[in-house]
């Protein structure tokens, strides 16, 4: 991670991931606008496109804690939503990596759905990323207290005040979802921290950014299939930790192995040539997984999924394979520099992966 400290202005330019959750937030919202005519969406359409209800939980429908964070009720909503995505991103963003706000942000995403339905008495829908932009904030706040931020505390009273202004200023806004949120973008931000440390000792190497981010994208695949495993188990009567700690000790020891080939000559580039037939290999899982979703199963009831099957089920190994391949080329496309630098490598780079590890504390 960037031993970065954050200039105390209240502003810093936004990086990829920030667009990236950007792109993806504005397109599944717009999505619901434009099938609603309009820019704003009832509340209907936003239940049938993911919105997080009373019941999702209890009918196992975890899929709702995340993808109700990418819709919103309007225009309006979506944009102060943005706004504060940008002002505040840009900072942890910068301080902490791609790889480690993307992790923040979903936390914050899945926890604050969570902590705001147990709080809930009644029948309710949300939707929008407020939840997980609250949990940039206490990131945020995490690593001032930690002394590991250089912003003025300005920034945190004006921006938190303002934030609980809103959620208690307006009856429709879920202050469970934003509380829940920022609370767990602390903790989350706390406990990455805590795992820095931890590496220092357990792994030999620093990771780079582009090998960090492709393994949380890797494990994002992987926890809702393995999390779905467990559920089926417990319905079934049996325990699903069994399985659980055996994805883990693998997760465990897919990092160790990363860590080992990235200490070695042009191990940077053997590394990524092999997250690209990895992600290749992800989104063939997916196809197969998708294949069993289509007729006579359609429709699913959940309208981006239904739109898509609509256009895979014809063709699904055909078009699995071709995105597979995509996938794959766009991963070397996007990871052109570090192949060329693991490529020429004579040695120095596991040299300065290790040395940059060993000056590693924490955040």
């Known amino acids: 991670m960037p031993s970065y400290r954050a200039s105390p202005g209240f502003f810093e330019v936004p990086h990829a991931a920030v667009y990236a959750l950007m792109t993806v937030t504005v397109l599944a919202s717009g999505f619901c606008f434009i099938q609603a005519g309009g820019p704003s969406a009832p509340a209907e359409l936003l239940y049938r496109s993911g919105g997080m209800y009373s019941a999702a939980i209890a009918r196992h429908e975890y899929w709702r804690l995340v993808a109700y964070g990418f819709l919103h009720v309007n225009f309006v909503h979506l944009t102060v939503n943005m706004l504060c995505l940008v002002l505040w991103g840009g900072h942890l963003e910068k301080r902490v990596g791609p790889a480690y706000f993307l992790i923040i942000y979903l936390c914050a995403m899945v926890f604050g759905a969570v902590i705001g339905n147990g709080i809930h008495s009644t029948p309710y829908l949300t939707v ?13 706040l995490c690593l001032w207290i930690l002394g590991k931020l250089d912003l003025r505390f300005d920034f945190f009273a004006i921006n938190i005040g303002l934030n609980i202004a809103f959620a208690f200023g307006n009856s429709r806004i879920d202050w469970g979802v934003h509380l829940g949120g920022f609370a767990a973008g602390l903790i989350a931000c706390a406990l990455l921290d805590l795992v820095e440390k931890a590496n220092a000792w357990a792994l030999r190497c620093k990771f780079p950014e582009v090998v960090k981010v492709n393994l949380t994208l890797l494990a994002c695949v992987i926890a809702p299939w393995a999390w779905s495993i467990q559920a089926q188990a417990i319905a079934a009567g049996a325990s699903g930790w ?68 609509v256009i895979f089920c014809p063709n699904p190994v055909l078009i699995s394979g071709l995105t597979a391949i995509g996938v794959g080329a766009v991963t070397l496309c996007l990871c052109a520099k570090e192949i060329s630098r693991g490529i020429g490598d004579v040695g120095f780079v596991g040299a300065s992966l290790r040395a940059e590890r060993s000056r590693r504390q924490g955040l």
């Open 128 to 140: 929008g990323a407020s939840g997980a932009t609250s949990g940039i904030l206490g990131a945020l």
């Open 242 to 309: 069994g399985l659980m700690i055996i994805i883990a000790v693998a997760c465990c020891a897919v990092v160790k192995l990363v860590d080992l080939a990235l200490s070695m000559k042009k191990g940077l580039a053997i590394v990524v040539t092999a997250l690209a037939a990895a992600n290749a290999a992800a989104v063939m899982l997916c196809g197969w997984v998708l294949a069993f979703s289509c007729w006579p199963h359609l429709p699913i009831g959940y309208i981006p999924l239904d739109i898509f099957l």
